[in-house]
């Protein structure tokens, strides 16, 4: 061999080891590129589980409008109660104003399900903060509603409010959250909360902080025990307390015998869910459902004997004149007209 060609023959060898790892990684990309291939053709199930479990499940508003989750006959009641709603603000509210945090401290916030709740004292709020404390977790091992103390219910801090978020975030929940509300016949109401706060023996910070300056305003001469304890307040005093202007001159009523409609601004909040003090059970069981934890969990079933009921409350008033029980209906007229309640049968200024 001529030393030409041998070096030739040298350099061709020298080359060859440059070219051998490029095809030798060509070919092993298309292998494994194969059994990819092949694995995935075989398991479909595994991908189609994997992918679901990353799809985020539906909103409690999503399940409201499509509709195919609850009775259709308690999406019609619902539905006529918005309409409801939007009506008579339309008719009777003043011009619209910008939302503010003081506004929205009563709204409750559940970010795990989406749900905003604006309670009110003396509608099943106690049983609802309940169910709300399990939902989010912050009943801890506790799965039943009633197992929680009423008194731990109220704890603030215990659940969020809308008010402590950003204006962003306070925005982006009230657009795609499920907001709801529970009200009641607002007289009903009002009994309710006077008997609560002014006839049971153990509301002594009630009797000194309201009932002591009711005493001293509204009854002629009272006697010295009644002004130092205020724990024998009349109903009929205590209309005449709220329907003093000097009253609201000085401060807020208190959350058990606020209107509702300025607890929780139903005609700048669009609420989806109006639920009643009347059907209390249908109601909160149709927000559980759309919010997909009715199987998780129950709203506590009422067992109260003592309830305030429409004939317990036109005892109440029959010792009211017609004068006072006009004032005081004009005091609550919002809250008949918004959430359609007519004027109840035993007025008598009619």
Known sequence: MKAADLGRLQKLRMRKPKVNPMVFALCLGCFIMVIFYFNSSLKPEAVGERNSSHKSRRSPLQTMFNGDQVESALQAIHQGRRELLEEACRSYSRKRRV??????????????????????????????KRVLMVLTGVAGAHKDPLAIPANEAHVPGNLRTLSEY???????????????????????????????????????????????????????????????????????????????????????????????????????????????????????????????????VSFPASSKSTRTTGDMAAQFFQNISPFYQKKLYNLYRMDFLLFNYSVPAYLKFR
């Open 166 to 296: 950003s204006t962003s975030e306070i925005n982006q929940r009230l657009r795609s959250y499920l907001k709801f509300i529970f009200v009641r016949e607002p007289f009903e109401r009002l009994v309710s909360a006077y008997r609560n706060k002014f006839t049971r023996s153990y509301n002594t910070a009630f009797h000194k902080r309201y009932g002591t300056k009711i005493v001293q305003r509204h009854r002629p001469h009272p006697q010295p025990e009644a002004l130092e304890k205020g724990n024998d307040v009349s109903f009929e005093e205590f209309v005449y307390y709220l329907v003093d202007p000097a009253t609201q001159r000085e401060e807020p009523f208190n959350e058990h015998w606020e209107r509702v409609h300025s607890l929780c601004h139903p005609c700048l909040i669009h609420y989806d869910v109006v639920g009643k003090y009347e059907t209390l059970e249908q109601d909160s069981r149709y927000v559980l459902q759309l919010a997909g934890v009715d199987e998780q």
């Open 99 to 128: 939302l503010i945090p003081e506004d929205l401290k009563h709204i409750i916030v559940d970010d795990k399900h989406g749900l905003l709740y604006c309670y009110v004292p003396k509608v099943a709020c106690t049983n609802w």
